[in-house]
């Protein structure tokens, strides 16, 4: 009777995080990270200018969501943006220092040990707390040049 209720009591569970190469919760971090980055660059810049962007030296994993972020974020601080660097007031150079996540975890109690018995099958770890912290870190700079 014993063994009966056991077979019918127990479970499985399976995690499925994600398909893609980066998770959605590293995405987001990402993106949000750039928008700040992006959105603290236009504010150094004039409101009124017409500028070009030079996207030359701007490389990163992200570099295109990047760009459209910058560009978005001058057209909405006043920045006139041009297709045409003979026609900008101003040549703006951005520069991405860094797309990426940071993650820590914290775990007071035991971590789940490994089962040498039956491999896959995962023994639970004894948690008395446990905290995971991941945030989305993105550095970037730009150089305006007055155009002659």
């Given at each position: 009777?014993?063994?009966?209720?056991?077979?019918?009591?127990?479970?499985?569970?399976?995690?499925?995080?994600?398909?893609?190469?980066?998770?959605?919760?590293?995405?987001?971090?990402?993106?949000?990270?750039?928008?700040?980055?992006a959105e603290a660059l236009a504010a150094q810049v004039s409101p009124n200018l017409t500028a070009?962007?030079?996207?030359?030296?701007?490389?990163?994993?992200?570099?295109?969501?990047?760009?459209?972020?910058?560009?978005?974020?001058?057209?909405?601080?006043?920045?006139?943006?041009?297709?045409?660097?003979?026609?900008?007031?101003?040549?703006?150079?951005?520069?991405?220092?860094?797309?990426?996540?940071?993650?820590?975890?914290?775990?007071?109690?035991?971590?789940?040990?490994?089962?040498?018995?039956?491999?896959?099958?995962?023994?639970?770890?004894?948690?008395?707390?446990?905290?995971?912290?991941?945030?989305?870190?993105?550095?970037?700079?730009?150089?305006?040049?007055?155009?002659?």
């Amino acid at each position: 009777m014993l063994a009966a209720a056991t077979i019918f009591v127990s479970g499985c569970t399976t995690v499925r995080g994600t398909s893609p190469a980066r998770a959605a919760q590293e995405m987001l971090l990402i993106t949000a990270a750039a928008d700040r980055a992006a959105e603290a660059l236009a504010a150094q810049v004039s409101p009124n200018l017409t500028a070009w962007i030079d996207a030359s030296g701007f490389s990163a994993q992200d570099a295109q969501y990047g760009l459209a972020t910058i560009q978005d974020a001058l057209l909405r601080h006043g920045v006139r943006l041009v297709s045409d660097r003979a026609k900008a007031d101003a040549v703006i150079l951005p520069r991405a220092g860094t797309l990426a996540t940071d993650a820590r975890s914290t775990l007071f109690g035991i971590p789940a040990p490994p089962n040498p018995f039956m491999p896959g099958i995962g023994i639970p770890a004894l948690v008395l707390y446990s905290q995971s912290v991941v945030k989305g870190t993105a550095s970037s700079r730009f150089l305006q040049l007055a155009q002659e």
